[in-house]
Nanobody, 122 residues
């Protein structure tokens, strides 16, 4: 069982910057690929970014490529999502997830956090 706890969400102005964190206490963090997903009201949960167990491989959705960056620190059991130049359409609840491999499909992830709200004002 992997417990994931997101933090760092809040209100940010368009064009600003925000960093989300997802902590996973325990010694198994580096055994998992990690992903970030988001869900806006009335919409399905969608892929944002993912990173391999070592951090050597990342993937970002086209909608955030060049603006958002996923990274991880295995010594701190934490994965990050840096959101630069966010737009109002990035407003959503952001979830981190743990799985076996880097994957854009949400059903390939085994564990999920509770989510953190990000609101981008125009």
């Amino acid at each position: 069982q992997v417990q994931l706890v997101e933090s760092g969400g809040g209100l940010v102005q368009a064009g600003g910057s925000l960093r989300l964190s997802c902590a996973a206490p325990g010694r198994t963090f580096s055994s998992y690929a990690m992903g970030w997903f988001r869900q806006a009201p009335g919409k399905e949960r969608e892929f944002v970014a993912a990173i391999s167990r070592s951090g050597g491989m990342t993937e970002h959705a086209d909608s955030v490529k060049g603006r958002f960056t996923i990274s991880r620190d295995n010594a701190k059991n934490t994965v990050y999502l840096v959101m630069n130049s966010p737009k109002p359409e990035d407003t959503a609840v952001y979830y981190c997830a743990a799985g076996t491999y880097v994957n854009i499909r949400r059903n390939e992830y085994d564990y999920w956090g509770q989510g953190t709200q990000v609101t981008v004002s125009s």
